[in-house]
């Protein structure tokens, strides 16, 4: 005999579930807006991975460029070098006669150095015979390669 506590009766899907599980279970079942939230952290990711793969990009340009630009100022400083070695011996150290022409957007500096006939290589010209041709080629004002050459009186 019951002491006027009537047993609960549940009816439909939740039968049988505790409270807490019942809860639960209509959290589940109530999925409005979660696909807007999918869609929004979907897109963000997408965003994300867009940006990474542009500044891979960039950076893989940027050292594109660079390599170019050494590739065409060691051809030049080679070439330059080359035209120098086969021009005759100038005391002066005046080479410019036998300049290649620059290739557009690059520079040239030559400097010419003579042995003092002892131990050093001094900027004044005399008459040991032999010099030192430092040639460098420069882009946006830094220098992108070097190359030294000797050259003797015969």
Sequence with gaps: ???GVRPRVEVGR???LRPLTRHAARLHRDERGVGLVEALVSSALLGIALVALMASLSTFALA???AEDRAV???FVRAQAARIAAAPYRADGDYSAYYETVPSGFGRG???TWWDGASAWTGTQNGNGLQRVALSVTRN???ITSLELAKAQR
């Design 141 to 143: 004002g830094s220098t």
């Design 64 to 66: 594109s460029r660079q």
């Design 14 to 16: 939740d039968a049988g």
């Design 1 to 3: 005999m019951h002491l």
């Design 110 to 112: 030559v400097t010419v």
């Design 73 to 75: 100022g060691q051809a």
